[in-house]
């Protein structure tokens, strides 16, 4: 397995990286909560109506515990926390959350491992390949440059 990309140019005159190009991630399809529950029913005992009861159920439960100002580790895989964009005021008693909140967003990080080395690396990116994406792949729309 391998993480696909393509190629494309920075057409930002104004930019520092004009003229110069980078690699963009490619999605090549969606894997939804259905897809996942078949997927991993195939690697274990369990059904998937089963496995789709329980991760409907995580996520009810994960937006109830981010919405009690909590943060949610899951083993493995990371930790979720809710975050504020908002906008600043002069005076502390001038704050005002219905005013001054703009967003709520979640805020994902991934689980790091530390080696025997010392060396922190990323649970999800252990492993990982980049691999260009072949010019006539099928079932993959491409995507417009910037």
Known sequence: MSVFYRLYKNTNSKSRA?????????????VNT??????????????ASDIRAVLTELVE????????????????????????????????????????VKDVHVIFTPETTVDANGTRSKTFLEGVTVTELPKNAVGVEPEPEP
């Open 18 to 30: 004009y003229n110069k190009w980078y690699a963009k991630a490619v999605v090549t399809n969606v």
């Open 34 to 47: 259905a897809k996942l529950a078949e997927i991993m029913q195939r690697n274990c005992t369990v059904k």
């Open 61 to 100: 439960t994960m937006r109830d515990q981010l919405q009690d100002s909590k943060r949610v580790k899951l083993d493995g895989l990371g930790s979720f926390k809710l975050g504020l964009s908002t906008d600043g005021v002069e005076d502390y008693d001038k704050f005002e959350p219905r005013k001054h």
